[in-house]
């Protein structure tokens, strides 16, 4: 079982950037896909952008695109998720998991193992 843990999460204004970590332990990290997810009060957990294994391949949420950028470095065990251009519809918990073996990569039912989120706010 693997064990996810977010920080980097904040206070910041409309414009601003911020960088989300997500250390994982408890088993090997280098051979899973590793996505981000985000929730909104009052919304459901939506997908924000996803990795591979190897960082080779990523793939983002319409609505961050350009905007956000995952990455990996799997000496360290963690996953990064770079944001700028934060908007205050940005304003979420900011959920890291890992893929499973079934389920699309841009669903919740196709991650088996989740942090316990970090908290983005972005202010107008």
């Known amino acids: 079982q693997v064990q996810l843990v977010e920080s980097g999460g904040g206070l910041v204004q409309a414009g601003g950037s911020l960088r989300l970590s997500c250390a994982a332990s408890?088993?090997?990290?280098?051979?899973?896909?590793m996505g981000w997810f985000r929730q909104a009060p009052g919304k459901e957990r939506e997908f924000v952008a996803v990795?591979?294994?190897?960082?080779?391949?990523?793939y983002y949420a319409d609505s961050i695109k350009g905007r956000f950028t995952i990455s990996r470095d799997n000496a360290k065990n963690t996953v990064y998720l770079q944001m700028h251009s934060l908007k205050p519809e940005d304003t979420a918990v900011y959920y890291c998991?890992?893929?499973?073996?079934?389920?699309?990569?841009?669903?919740?039912?196709?991650?088996?193992?989740w942090g316990q989120g970090t908290q983005v706010t972005v202010s107008s």
């Open positions: 998991a890992k893929r499973g073996n079934t389920g699309s990569a841009v669903s919740v039912s196709g991650y088996d193992s």
């Open positions: 408890g088993r090997t990290f280098s051979t899973d896909g």
């Open positions: 990795i591979n294994w190897s960082g080779t391949n990523t």
